[in-house]
């Protein structure tokens, strides 16, 4: 069993920036990728950034482009999501998830089938 643990969400103005901060922890995982999606009251989880251990392939959603830096730390099965230029669209509940299954073959990890578990979620709320 894995455990994930969101830090960082609170109330921003807009222009504004907050750091999300995702530890994973458990006895004797794999971890090939950590990802950050975000869902909205009435919305569905949507992609926000992922980060790929092998190679260290970044994915951000085009929405947050520019704006959101996703980095980590596989040692330490951290991951941390750099959130500047904030929004009230961004407003949201920020799940962290992990890949801890070896997966072969192309994987979008813009969805969220991939992640084999879940954080909390930590709330964001941008005021305008």
């Known amino acids: 069993q894995v455990q994930l643990v969101e830090s960082g969400g609170g109330l921003a103005q807009a222009g504004g920036s907050l750091r999300l901060s995702c530890v994973a922890s458990g006895r004797a995982f794999s971890n090939y990728a950590m990802g950050w999606f975000c869902q909205a009251p009435g919305k569905e989880r949507e992609f926000v950034a992922a980060?790929?251990?092998?190679?260290?392939?970044?994915s951000y959603a085009d929405s947050v482009k520019d704006r959101f830096t996703i980095s980590g730390d596989k040692s330490k099965n951290t991951v941390y999501l750099q959130m500047n230029s904030l929004k009230p669209e961004d407003t949201a509940v920020y799940y962290c998830?992990?890949?801890?299954?070896?997966?072969?073959?192309?994987?979008?990890?813009?969805?969220?089938?991939?992640?084999?578990?879940w954080g909390q979620g930590t709330q964001v709320t941008v005021s305008s």
């Open positions: 998830g992990a890949q801890t299954t070896l997966r072969w073959g192309n994987v979008d990890y813009t969805v969220p089938t991939p992640y084999d578990y």
């Open positions: 980060i790929r251990w092998s190679g260290g392939r970044l």
